[in-house]
């Protein structure tokens, strides 16, 4: 007989699993509803537009904005590439200087460098030891050139949340258009645009048990109104800032997955820092020479950040291939890529080398958390019987104890 492993996913961060009452709610719009929401001359149009509106409304809230102010992307990338772009384009006559930070996502980053062959000026902020901007550090890096701030909310290696409303409060003192990329803070925590004080968010469904290719900009209308030149042009659909044919199905399904959100946001953060305080927990108990990475209180609520020493993270996850886990930074099967945020976060380049990320989600269970714990260590302790090196420290460990 054929022996079955139990599977267990635990790699939210990258992607989270179609909530089965956002699939439910999409249905009718991937069959009977099938009308173009620009349609306006018959009634599949005309239906197709109120869900999209009503996905629109049901996003805004999540966020605390006018639903005026969401714009329609294909992903979190597009919506990095339409702020970070259109608006350097849009007001390039106030100024020609970006400030962000070392730890972006590759969209915001990559965008910064195109902007860079472009004639404009980008500085890339440090973090601290646990992945955070100092506020003090943009302030101190404005000059009458900038025109946009950009800083990640949430780290989506190490979790680590950065403090948006003070650097917002000093984009608004110094008249400094700020956006953020806040795609895994984004109904797991806190996430008012008024409260983080930000002129334009990215958002994306795909990380929030919504479907994948749908994200949105969010972009402040008043106090102060922004505009954004177009990154692509067609039929002038979503305020002529994002032209094509919406894609209706995954709005509704992004609207529903905002909706859930916001009514158990509260409940599912406590009981993701339970698991993930557990987790912590357990493998500390069994496994030693263990660093953790993040800040150790303001972080998203899932999210473990660990590196073992003495042992290869793709080694470590090629013998846990029935657990889904993730190093936190790009791989492939021949070679590991030394983590960038972890490097700028003063990490040893050894360590920077071999993280695992545990991206704890909606469905994980205790007992999923002990049978990781259980799984982990004794692979850990598997490989470390390997190296002799482990062996030699451990027994000088021992002997200074």
């Given at each position: 007989m054929e022996k079955t492993f139990q599977r267990i996913y635990m790699d939210h961060h990258a992607t989270t699993p179609l909530d089965p009452r956002v699939l439910e709610t999409m249905m009718p719009y991937l069959t009977s509803e099938f009308g173009n929401a620009s349609s306006n001359t018959h009634a599949f149009g005309w239906r197709a537009k109120e869900a999209v509106e009503l996905a629109r409304q049901q996003i805004a809230k999540l966020i605390g904005c006018n639903p005026e102010e969401i714009i329609f992307t294909n992903g979190a990338t597009e919506s990095d590439n339409l702020a970070i772009k259109g608006v350097a384009q849009q007001y390039r006559r106030k100024g020609n200087h970006l400030i962000t930070s070392q730890i972006e996502h590759s969209a915001i980053l990559e965008s910064c460098k195109t902007l860079e062959k472009d004639g404009f000026e980008v500085t890339y902020l440090p973090v601290d030891q646990?992945?955070?901007?100092?506020?003090?550090?943009?302030?101190?890096?404005?000059?009458?050139?900038?025109?946009?701030?950009?800083?990640?909310?949430?780290?989506?290696?190490?979790?680590?949340?950065?403090?948006?409303?003070?650097?917002?409060?000093?984009?608004?003192?110094?008249?400094?258009?700020?956006?953020?990329?806040?795609?895994?803070?984004?109904?797991?925590?806190?996430?008012?645009?008024?409260?983080?004080?930000?002129?334009?968010?990215?958002?994306?469904?795909?990380?929030?048990?919504?479907?994948?290719?749908?994200?949105?900009?969010?972009?402040?209308?008043?106090?102060?109104?922004?505009?954004?030149?177009?990154?692509?042009?067609?039929?002038?659909?979503?305020?002529?800032?994002?032209?094509?044919?919406?894609?209706?199905?995954?709005?509704?399904?992004?609207?529903?997955?905002?909706?859930?959100?916001?009514?158990?946001?509260?409940?599912?953060?406590?009981?993701?820092?339970?698991?993930?305080?557990?987790?912590?927990?357990?493998?500390?108990?069994?496994?030693?020479?263990?660093?953790?990475?993040?800040?150790?209180?303001?972080?998203?609520?899932?999210?473990?950040?660990i590196s073992f020493e003495f042992v290869e993270s793709l080694s470590l996850l090629e013998n846990l291939s029935n657990i889904a886990l993730s190093t936190g930074s790009a791989c492939s099967s021949s070679s590991i890529e030394t983590s960038r945020v972890l490097m700028a976060m003063g990490v040893e380049e050894e360590l920077a080398r071999s993280p695992i990320r545990f991206g704890l989600g909606r469905s994980n269970t205790l007992n999923q958390v002990n049978f990781v714990a259980d799984q982990l260590s004794k692979q850990v302790t598997k490989l470390r019987n390997l190296s002799s090196m482990y062996k030699i420290v451990r027994k000088g460990s021992q002997q200074q104890a």
């Open positions: 646990y992945g955070m901007v100092d506020p003090q550090d943009v302030k101190e890096a404005i000059t009458d050139q900038t025109i946009l701030i950009s800083i990640i909310y949430a780290s989506n290696e190490v979790g680590t949340i950065n403090p948006l409303s003070e650097i917002g409060e000093i984009s608004q003192d110094h008249g400094v258009l700020f956006h953020s990329d806040a795609v895994q803070g984004i109904g797991k925590v806190e996430s008012s645009v008024d409260t983080l004080k930000v002129d334009l968010m990215s958002l994306t469904a795909h990380k929030m048990y919504g479907p994948k290719g749908i994200g949105a900009l969010h972009i402040r209308s008043k106090r102060p109104k922004i505009r954004i030149k177009p990154q692509n042009h067609g039929g002038g659909q979503e305020a002529n800032i994002r032209s094509g044919t919406l894609n209706v199905p995954s709005i509704v399904g992004f609207g529903a997955a905002c909706e859930i959100a916001q009514s158990e946001m509260e409940a599912e953060a406590k009981h993701l820092t339970n698991l993930r305080n557990h987790l912590h927990q357990k493998i500390s108990e069994n496994i030693d020479f263990m660093h953790v990475h993040g800040h150790p209180e303001k972080r998203l609520p899932g999210n473990l950040n």
